[in-house]
């Protein structure tokens, strides 16, 4: 490359010869040319395969260029960088495309109307209806859950940090691994199991309940991890002021934590919101509004999702209507995700003078 | 308010670590007491057990007798909780509550013991940080965060607050080991002022510092790393440092340690 200008300089132990600063932008650009290039020569048709040709290009060429202009070391760091930059393209070119097309084929029908009615009169092939009834049952059911798991999941990570010694800790930690791994279908089966035992029709609580169970462990996990952030020194300091130890956990370690328990709690409500095993078990779907969540079958999102798919037999108007539920549901969780970030910069320790 | 402790036999354990060995010693009311000694002599672990804060380390434990005027602290039914707000602790690192206003800081051992009225806390604050000599860097920014400030005017902060609760001892573990020289100089004075009100003792590495504000000095040491520690003499502070009774204290006070 620019071999001649370096070679006019003297010579120094500490400078060696540097690629100049648009050299990894040319070298990807010359290996999306030879991508494409070679892909049109053999006729090969998919994106994906000159993608991964250049991709493969950019790596080796970075290498080869670099090791000849700067030597062996900076070719190796040049490489690492490079297959970085591989990396973080092939993770966010699938993100983008399917926030990309959720977004151009949800628009289609999302609006007011669609918001606020729900399928009661329509027929799954016909186009018109909403989600109304969707998101009722998607908020009352993850609500009630999030009710039943967050703060058993707090107290439980409490107990670890605070309290647990020896094997009950032990048993504890290692049931909440165990649960960490449950298939979602299994929560539901445990919770049907139950159902069928007392002879009940499915309702939107049993639903929460399953979800509960799938909530909880990342709960204790994420809240475990923040609590264990908090300094000792912060639990001496308190506990020296002849502050009793729930005084202490109460006003000083929690309020500590506070930001990074809620961001934990919010994105294990972020998992659940996507769950449609268990709804489809335990709550069956309603094309009706039904905001009792203790009695009658409900809607739920993802299960709404599910069912506008494959129930419809291939109508276009349910298709449509399944993209828009699905851009509502990216659209709440993150929602969530922003609330979550937002009281956690809220709540984080202070360090302004 | 300041009260004399007495401790007799007094031997603490880390789990099956038998940490300090079989010490007896008297710390006088309204005097400042040093401990000095080498590193991993028990001197922070005695000093914990002076106010039950050895037993919040897990695995710790306590033989021994320690008499706050004739009161057993490690008696049968005594409150650890109880005792901690008798015999207030600042610790080595300033460590105010990092959720929690200048103000909230020094409130707190009081609104976290629920025991006070409304009315008084702004005067038992103002009270406490003109008692650590910090009220005037302060008094104009009150609602700021206690994280703000600097090093030594955290540990003001610390002091403030430790003595906000009133407490009859004051422990001091290294308060100024990481301090300035002039952040140190202003905790000295006010070790000085302190001493008035407070039974006050201090572990220090800083000998000079121990020669400065102490009226006692105890010297602790240990035979061998991973043998207990023990106290050697305890003594006046002008005693200690000129004209020490056992020879292992003048080896170390003057250098020829190890």
């Given at each position: 490359?620019?071999?001649?200008?370096?070679a006019?300089?003297?010579r120094?132990t500490?400078?060696?010869?540097?690629?100049?600063?648009w050299?990894?932008?040319?070298i990807?650009?010359?290996?999306?040319?030879v991508?494409?290039?070679?892909?049109?020569?053999a006729?090969?048709?998919?994106?994906?395969q000159w993608?991964?040709i250049?991709?493969?290009l950019?790596v080796?060429?970075?290498?080869?260029?670099?090791?000849r202009?700067?030597?062996?070391?900076?070719a190796k760091?040049?490489?690492a960088?490079?297959?970085?930059?591989?990396?973080?393209l092939?993770?966010?070119?699938?993100?983008?495309?399917l926030?990309?097309?959720?977004?151009?084929?949800?628009?289609?029908v999302?609006d007011?109307?669609?918001?606020?009615?729900s399928?009661?009169?329509?027929?799954?092939?016909?186009?018109?209806?909403?989600?109304?009834?969707?998101?009722?049952?998607?908020?009352?059911?993850?609500?009630l859950?999030?009710?039943i798991?967050?703060?058993?999941?707090?107290?439980?990570?409490?107990y670890?940090?605070?309290?647990?010694r020896g094997?009950l800790?032990?048993?504890?930690?290692?049931?909440v691994d165990?649960m960490?791994g449950i298939?979602s279908?299994?929560?539901?089966?445990?919770?049907?199991?139950i159902?069928?035992?007392?002879e009940?029709q499915p309702?939107?609580?049993?639903?929460s309940?399953?979800?509960?169970?799938?909530?909880?462990?990342v709960?204790?996990r994420?809240?475990?991890?923040m609590?264990k952030?908090?300094?000792?020194?912060?639990?001496?300091?308190?506990?020296?002021?002849?502050v009793?130890?729930?005084?202490?956990?109460?006003?000083?370690?929690l309020?500590?934590?506070?930001?990074g328990?809620t961001?934990?709690?919010?994105l294990?409500?972020?998992?659940?919101?996507?769950?449609?095993?268990p709804?489809?078990?335990?709550?069956?779907?309603?094309?009706?509004i039904?905001s009792?969540?203790?009695?009658?079958?409900?809607?739920?999102?993802p299960?709404?999702?599910?069912q506008?798919y494959?129930?419809?037999?291939?109508?276009?108007?349910?298709?449509?209507?399944?993209?828009?539920?699905?851009?509502t549901?990216?659209?709440?969780?993150?929602?969530?995700?922003?609330?979550?970030?937002g009281?956690?910069?809220?709540?984080?320790?202070?360090?302004?003078? | 308010?300041?009260?004399?402790?007495?401790v007799?036999?007094?031997?603490?354990?880390?789990?099956?670590?038998?940490a300090?060995?079989?010490?007896?010693?008297?710390?006088?009311?309204?005097?400042?007491?040093a401990?000095?000694?080498?590193?991993?002599?028990?001197k922070?672990?005695?000093?914990?057990?002076l106010?039950r804060?050895?037993?919040v380390?897990?695995?710790g434990?306590?033989?021994?007798?320690?008499l706050?005027?004739?009161?057993?602290?490690?008696?049968?039914?005594?409150?650890?909780?109880?005792?901690?707000?008798?015999?207030?602790?600042?610790?080595?690192?300033?460590?105010?509550?990092?959720?929690?206003?200048?103000?909230?800081?020094v409130?707190?051992?009081?609104?976290?013991?629920?025991?006070?009225?409304?009315?008084?806390?702004?005067?038992?604050?103002?009270?406490s940080?003109?008692?650590?000599?910090?009220?005037?860097?302060v008094?104009?920014r009150?609602?700021k965060?206690?994280?703000?400030l600097s090093g030594?005017?955290?540990?003001?902060?610390?002091?403030?607050?430790?003595?906000?609760v009133?407490?009859?001892?004051?422990l001091?573990?290294?308060?100024?080991?990481?301090?300035d020289?002039?952040s140190?100089l202003?905790?000295?004075?006010?070790?000085g002022?302190?001493?008035?009100r407070?039974?006050?003792?201090?572990?220090?590495?800083?000998?000079?510092?121990?020669a400065?504000?102490?009226?006692?000095?105890?010297?602790?040491?240990?035979?061998?790393?991973?043998?207990?520690?023990?106290l050697?003499?305890i003594?006046?502070t002008?005693?200690?440092?000129?004209?020490?009774s056992?020879?292992?204290t003048?080896?170390y006070?003057?250098?020829r340690?190890?």
């Open positions: 490359m620019s071999n001649a200008v370096i006019d300089k003297p120094s500490l400078r060696g010869a540097r690629l100049p600063k050299a990894p932008y040319a990807a650009a010359g290996s999306l040319a991508g494409i290039g070679i892909s049109l020569a006729g090969l048709h998919s994106n994906i993608g991964l250049a991709a493969v950019f080796v060429g970075t290498y080869v260029i670099a090791a202009v700067e030597g062996p070391r900076q760091d040049r490489i960088t490079s297959l970085v930059w591989v990396a973080f092939l993770a966010v070119i699938p993100l983008v495309s926030v990309w097309s959720t977004i151009s084929r949800g628009v289609k999302l007011i109307y669609f918001l606020t009615h399928m009661g009169l329509i027929a799954d092939s016909e186009p018109g209806g909403g989600i109304y009834h969707a998101i009722i049952g998607s908020l009352e059911q993850v609500g859950a999030t009710v798991a967050a703060p058993i999941g707090v107290l439980t990570a409490i670890l940090v605070e309290y647990g094997n800790a032990r048993a504890v930690t290692f049931f165990v960490t298939p279908i299994v929560a539901g089966l445990f919770i049907l199991s159902m069928l035992m007392f009940m309702f939107g609580f049993a639903g309940m399953a979800l509960a169970i799938l909530m909880m462990p709960v204790v994420s809240t475990e991890e609590l952030l908090v300094p000792n020194e912060l639990r001496e300091a308190s506990l020296a002021l002849g009793p130890k729930w005084r202490t956990i109460l006003k000083v370690v309020p500590t934590s506070l930001g328990i961001t934990g709690i919010m294990a409500v972020a998992r659940i919101a996507g769950e449609t095993a709804v489809l078990l335990l709550v069956w779907g309603n094309s009706l039904n009792n969540p203790f009695e009658g079958a409900q809607q739920s999102l299960l709404y999702i599910y506008q494959a129930n419809s037999a291939g109508s276009g108007a349910a298709y449509d209507r399944a993209w828009a539920a699905s851009l549901l990216i659209a709440f969780v993150m929602i969530l995700n922003l609330v979550a970030r009281i956690a910069r809220w709540k984080a320790p202070k360090t302004g003078r | 308010m300041a009260k004399r402790i007495d007799s036999g007094l031997t603490a354990y880390y789990g099956s670590h038998k300090i060995d079989d010490i007896s010693m008297t710390v006088e009311p309204r005097s400042v007491t401990f000095i000694g080498p590193s991993g002599c028990g922070s672990t005695f000093l914990r057990t106010n804060m050895h037993e380390t897990p695995g434990r306590v033989e021994g007798k320690v706050l005027d004739d009161e057993d602290l490690y008696g049968h039914g005594i409150d650890p909780v109880s005792v901690r707000r008798e015999v207030g602790m600042v610790f080595q690192r300033p460590n105010p509550f990092p959720t929690m206003s200048i103000f909230d800081n409130a707190a051992g009081l609104r976290l013991n629920g025991s006070y009225k409304k009315s008084e806390l702004a005067d038992v604050v103002e009270k940080l003109k008692g650590a000599n910090l009220w005037n860097e008094k104009d009150l609602n965060p206690g994280s703000g030594g005017q955290q540990q003001r902060l610390c002091i403030a607050r430790a003595i906000a009133e407490p009859n001892v004051l001091m573990d290294e308060p100024c080991s990481a301090l020289p002039i140190t202003a905790i000295e004075d006010l070790i002022e302190l001493k008035e407070f039974t006050i003792v201090i572990v220090t590495h800083n000998m000079q510092q121990a400065r504000v102490s009226d006692r000095t105890a010297f602790f040491n240990l035979s061998a790393v991973g043998q207990p520690g023990k050697i003499e003594d006046e002008e005693r200690i440092f000129s004209n020490p056992v020879q292992a003048e080896d006070i003057s250098g340690f190890g």
